[in-house]
Nanobody
């Protein structure tokens, strides 16, 4: 059973930065699968933020391009999301997730089968 545990969320002011981490264990070797960060704000649907494929190719939502960076540490089996220049609109619960496959992944929620419990990010103006 794959397990994903997020950490690093918190409360910051607009313009601040946070780095989220996702430690993977069980049947999950980060370098073998597409890994993604998703977020869900109250009353809204869960949306894709960033994805990294097994080969290292990354995809970002337009709303975070240039501000967020997804990366992974294969030795530590940990996924990261560096978030800079945060805006109040970034306030949400952030989740990491693992897809079935290792390449050709998109930001679609339905492509991801294992999910963490989430970590809250709150940005105040």
């Amino acid at each position: 059973q794959a397990q994903l545990v997020e950490s690093g969320g918190g409360s910051v002011q607009s313009g601040g930065s946070l780095r989220l981490s996702c430690l993977a264990s069980g049947y999950t070797t980060l370098s073998s699968y597409c890994m993604g960060w998703f977020r869900q704000a109250p009353g809204k649907e869960r949306e894709g933020v960033a994805v990294i494929e097994s080969g290292g190719h990354t995809t970002y939502a337009d709303s975070v391009k240039g501000r967020f960076t997804i990366s992974r540490d294969n030795a530590e089996n940990t996924l990261y999301l560096q978030m800079n220049n945060l805006e109040p609109e970034d306030t949400a619960m952030y989740y990491c997730a693992r897809a079935w496959q290792g390449w050709g992944c998109t930001l679609m929620v339905t492509e991801y089968i294992y999910w963490g419990q989430g970590t809250q990010v709150t940005v105040s103006s």
